[in-house]
């Protein structure tokens, strides 16, 4: 805490009151581009970033948070402050997923980070329903490129919004599960906890 003397008064002020001014003053003067918290979850913590569209970016832990916000500082704007309240509506309905009370995602989704065939893919995969897979074949055919397979593993490995647009749903064509930007693990959680 910070010490402020106003005599003959002593008064400390609280990081996170401070904080707190600083966002409101951000988002009340426009300056807040992109807001950020975090997020345990049953794969890890996420990183939960927005725009003033929308959910713009989630990512794992193992994609190292720091590195993940300076890429948004470059990508998007460095007006990058952790605002949690920004990120309410997204927390909640995440929490209620992993809990098993809910199966798709009602927010608005800032698709910024990816263009041409990867967004066509990512349009796509919120299409895959909660506790089916597709193989990448499938999707590549969804997709509209039927011999794009590759491409269709590329655009999933760089999914900006993972779990909420759910690239996990896609496997390869024996079963197996394929890469996955949390890791096999988290990808193996939420495929097991969708088919429970």
Not at 19 to 35: I, K, P, Q, S, T
Not at 107 to 136: K, M, N, Q, W
Request: with cysteine; charged share 25%; net charge negative.
């Amino acid at each position: 805490m910070t010490d402020i003397v106003f005599p003959p008064f002593k008064v400390q002020l609280d990081p996170n009151v401070r904080h707190e001014r600083l966002v409101a003053d951000a988002e009340r003067h426009g300056l807040l581009d992109v807001a950020y918290r975090t997020l345990d979850t049953p794969v890890g913590s996420l990183l939960l970033a927005a725009t003033g569209r929308g959910l713009v970016k989630v990512a794992f832990d193992r994609q190292d948070h720091d590195a993940v916000l300076a890429e948004l500082a470059a990508a998007i704007s460095p007006r990058i402050l952790r605002a949690p309240s920004r990120l309410d509506e997204v927390t909640r309905q995440l929490d209620e997923y992993f809990t098993g009370g809910r199966r798709d995602f009602d927010v608005p989704l800032d698709f910024r980070l990816a263009r041409g065939f990867r967004l066509s893919v990512l349009e796509h995969l919120a299409e895959i329903a909660y506790g089916h897979t597709e193989s990448y074949a499938q999707v590549a055919t969804a997709a509209g490129s039927p011999k794009a397979v590759r491409a269709v593993g590329t655009a999933c490995a760089h999914n900006p919004l993972p779990v909420v647009v759910p690239c996990h749903r896609v496997v390869r064509s024996d079963g197996s599960y394929g890469q996955y930007a949390g890791g096999e693990e988290a990808k193996r959680t939420l495929l097991t906890m969708e088919a429970a």
